[in-house]
């Protein structure tokens, strides 16, 4: 493997990739990918790689990992100079006030989301909703409307950090973790002779309604594809039976939206390989790409592999970096 785990997922979380705005860490991915094969972005802006050589007597299997993120959108500027915002896609409202942000506009702006000093507050009990925060750019109204434009995509940042062991945190894992799975696998790939044709499929608006998947996978027409997400990892006051162990190795996907065929050769060769996976039973569409992919087209056969990440949709979003790498791993000897 020529790619440093750490160094990868640094630089595709740096990028901006909130939904229907993906282009930076997108055009971060193809040059990346580019290595491995022809690679090019389509109309929606899903990135998609034929890696190697493609033989027509194999059957074409999609690997696919979204590439968005949750995030904020302006909707007004007041005229002194704050932001209004609404959510694109599901963010945890408790995590919202006092954070800082990244305005993506004519440049990038940073930002503050206000919050009034518990003193000058009667209730502090509830978590405050999204419709009644304001931006707080320290710029008059005048000099924000010059340079930020209703419409532009606001994330809560943070750069990627070290935890302890292998562990990491940052905003955007979900799912800048799966991407660096699937593109660790294309790099382990290189040069080997593979059962399937490989494409992959970096897919844009899944936080939004799986968009990109839908398109992408109807323009690859693959016959199987692995999914790779990222699912609940267990920390306090969960219910076990509901959550992988960060560290455990990645999550194999077993649901009556799921091919169990695939599922069950995921599991035997993760155990022939020594390769360290966890179940994970849904009980019916799973809440990613696969619930598109799999009804793309004529159908096709498709699994979820999900690494394990704790605090979901939340600026500290945390993985452990060995879960991304076996699950890469996992990849790349069912494709073998």
């Given at each position: 493997m020529s790619l440093d785990t750490y160094e990868l997922l640094k630089a595709l979380v740096e990028k901006n990739g909130v939904s229907g705005a993906e282009n930076s860490a997108a055009q971060y991915a193809k040059e990346i990918l580019s290595r491995y094969g022809e690679t090019s972005i389509d109309?929606?802006?899903?990135?998609?790689?034929?890696?190697?050589?493609?033989?027509?007597?194999?059957?074409?299997?999609?690997?696919?990992?979204?590439?968005?993120?949750?995030?904020?959108?302006?909707?007004?500027?007041?005229?002194?100079?704050?932001?209004?915002?609404?959510?694109?896609?599901?963010?945890?409202?408790?995590?919202?006030?006092?954070?800082?942000?990244?305005?993506?506009?004519?440049?990038?702006?940073?930002?503050?989301?206000?919050?009034?000093?518990?003193?000058?507050?009667?209730?502090?009990?509830?978590?405050?909703?999204?419709?009644d925060i304001y931006i707080d750019t320290g710029m008059t109204g005048e000099a924000a409307k010059e340079i930020i434009s209703l419409g532009d995509r606001v994330c809560i940042y943070n750069s990627l950090e070290r935890l302890g062991g292998s562990f990491v945190t940052s905003h955007a894992l979900d799912n800048r973790a799966g991407c660096a799975a699937v593109i660790l696998a294309a790099d382990m790939l290189e040069n080997i002779d593979t059962k399937y044709n490989v494409c992959v499929l970096l897919s844009v608006q899944e936080e939004v309604g799986e968009r990109g998947a839908k398109t992408g996978a109807f323009t690859v027409d693959c016959d199987k594809a692995i999914?790779?997400?990222?699912?609940?990892?267990?920390?306090?006051?969960?219910?076990?039976?509901?959550?992988?162990?960060?560290?455990?190795?990645?999550?194999?996907?077993?649901?009556?939206?799921?091919?169990?065929?695939?599922?069950?050769?995921?599991?035997?060769?993760?155990?022939?390989?020594?390769i360290p996976y966890q179940i994970e039973v849904m009980n019916g569409k799973t809440g990613t790409n696969t619930d598109a992919i799999g009804i793309s087209k004529g159908g096709t056969k498709t699994v979820t592999l999900s690494v394990p990440l704790k605090h979901m949709h939340t600026p500290v979003e945390v993985v452990d970096m060995r879960d991304i790498e076996n699950t890469a791993r996992l990849i790349c000897e069912y494709i073998k």
């Open positions: 109309v929606l802006g899903n990135v998609l790689c034929k890696v190697g050589r493609f033989d027509e007597s194999k059957q074409t299997l999609l690997l696919d990992a979204h590439i968005d993120e949750i995030g904020m959108i302006v909707t007004y500027i007041t005229d002194d100079g704050f932001l209004k915002v609404s959510n694109v896609g599901g963010i945890d409202n408790r995590v919202l006030t006092g954070q800082t942000v990244k305005i993506y506009s004519r440049k990038i702006v940073d930002g503050i989301i206000a919050s009034t000093p518990p003193h000058l507050k009667k209730d502090s009990s509830a978590a405050a909703d999204i419709a999914v790779v997400d990222v699912s609940f990892g267990l920390t306090h006051g969960e219910d076990a039976a509901d959550c992988g162990v960060c560290g455990n190795g990645g999550m194999i996907g077993i649901a009556p939206s799921l091919c169990r065929e695939m599922s069950d050769e995921l599991i035997n060769i993760a155990k022939d390989n020594e």
